[in-house]
């Protein structure tokens, strides 16, 4: 038996000397526990609190007895004692109260305390152990719950929501809730590089590099923003910084799968194609992903542009097996043997999977309802004529702008209308564009000096303003004699675009010299026509900063670049968490 001491006694030999204090009791209680002496554990658990009230570890100990001994109404009781009197901060006590409230069967408190849980909660410790009870709610309530943000996951679902716009090539949309989660989270530096690839999708090259440049400074050996940077350089002609970037990339090797990946697909669209081979070759020795047949189509594809034919045709072959439906590795298969039948190189072979422009536009010109199911169902399809309607030589674009007119949606009437556009192609964009947002497709872009009611568009507003009009016949007039039809045509699409994004919360328009010069300057810009900021503003007689801050809001609501580039095959994947 353990007794007491006292200072008289403290140096009998025969004595152990103890503490009582609530360590003591809170070690008697774990002992009990093990025991599954529920009973005597609540009894030192109780004196552990008395020796410590403003411990709150001490009072969820006791709560947590009382959970085991089924005494739910008393564990909630001493939870939200902890959670209004000793220390509000302890919101796991929240993720107690929902487990009690589940197994009294009050699922709505339940819900509700849980959902208080995952919004307060930064730690996350019992994420996992939430899905589950949220799985359980769900079927008990017949509906899923009410949940706005899960505090410890900040960003996530926004994030991954952005990177299926990136994919789908939704890119303004991308744009907008990106730069809402690294405004929200600076630190979160995937979502910098996927706004990088998003405002270098757009053609906004110069706010690209600047994205990266702040995820490099806060972590100088980011993969992901060196890969990015590398391919912007390129575009850019930047030939000095890039030869310096590729060689510290060609000398790093990779380790995580994700990694390996982008730089396989970086080396890919930098010309490196045998240095993407070894690491699309690593890859296919990786059980989780070497499977996919998408995977050795990129193998052989760096392989053919590496002039490895043999493997080339062995990764085809193989993809072929894994995906027998896909017409893409028979293709590139009888194209590689054609080409060593009349003893030439093989063409240059994309990384996409998917059949080349040229090949699609054959076998759906007869099967208008497949392509547009095909486009409207692979994002990645669509992604890339979206791409190459922006950034394709003048050919592709026309061929591209072509094979979308046979579908008509809000998103493709936008893209006809916000790339750079070149001799043929504009008119026929242009043409395009007025028929999907209500005009006829006959009709030919308006004379000069003849003025044209909007045609009413299932997004814009139903009426159209006198100030609004106003603002156009002042840039087409001013526009006269510098101009040509076709672009004064584009100034009043863009013009009417811009309306109808900001309707219903269209602004009264104070200073319309100031929105005639930024729309002039815009269109100059995407026509590759010189002018500066100065020059339009001195047009215009406004002034420069004006212009300036115009022509960005423009730019931001039409998803209008500042120039274009040519690009042989789709830019980077998005970056993952």
Known sequence: MIERTSENDAGNGNVIPVTLDANFFFERAVRSLDRFQYDKALKNFRKAVEYEPENPVNHCNMAGILSEMGNYEASNDILTHVLEKIDPAMTECHFYMANNFANMESFEEAERSLMTYLEEDARGEFMAESEE??????????????????????????????????????????????????????????????????????????????????????????????????????????????????????????????????????????????????HFRRLLKDEEVGGDAGLYHYCAAAASNSGLYSEAVRCWRQAAKLDPESAVPKFFLSQLQLAQAEGRPMAPVSYNYQLPFQ????????????????????????????????????????????????????????????????????????????????GSPDEKPAPKGVQQTAAPSHKGPPEWKEDWQRIIDHTVGTMDRRYDAVQKKAAELLWRQFIGSLYPDVPLFRHDGGWCAALEYLIAKLHGHPVTYREAAQRYGVSVSMVSRYARRIQSECGVGDNGAEAGILPPFTENI
């Open 133 to 278: 009870l949220m799985e359980l709610l769900q079927y008990e309530l017949n509906r899923p719950a009410p949940l706005v943000r899960i505090r410890s996951r900040e960003g996530l679902v926004e994030h991954d929501r952005a990177r299926s716009l990136l994919e789908e090539g939704k890119f303004p949309q991308a744009v907008k809730l990106l730069e809402e989660i690294v405004k929200n989270t600076p630190d979160f530096l995937a979502a910098h590089n996927n706004l990088a690839l998003a405002y270098f999708y757009m053609g906004r090259f110069a706010r690209a590099k600047e994205c990266l440049s702040e995820v490099l400074e806060q972590d100088p050996g980011n993969l992901h923003a060196l890969c990015n940077m590398a391919i912007f350089l390129q575009y850019a002609g930047d030939k000095d910084q890039l030869a310096a970037l590729l060689r510290m990339l060609e000398a790093t090797v990779p380790f995580h799968q994700e990694h390996v990946f982008k730089m396989a697909t970086t080396m890919g669209i930098l010309g490196k194609h045998r240095t993407a081979y070894g």
């Open 359 to 438: 090949e699609q536009l054959k076998q759906w010109k007869d099967n208008t309802d497949r392509f547009t199911e095909e486009v409207r169902n692979n994002p990645l399809l669509r992604a890339s004529f979206f791409w190459a309607l922006r950034y394709g030589d003048a050919h592709t674009k026309l061929q591209v702008t072509e094979a979308l007119r046979w579908i008509e949606d809000e998103e493709i009437s936008g893209a006809l209308q916000g790339g750079p556009q070149q001799e043929p192609l504009q008119e026929e964009a242009l043409l395009n564009l007025q028929r999907l947002i209500g």
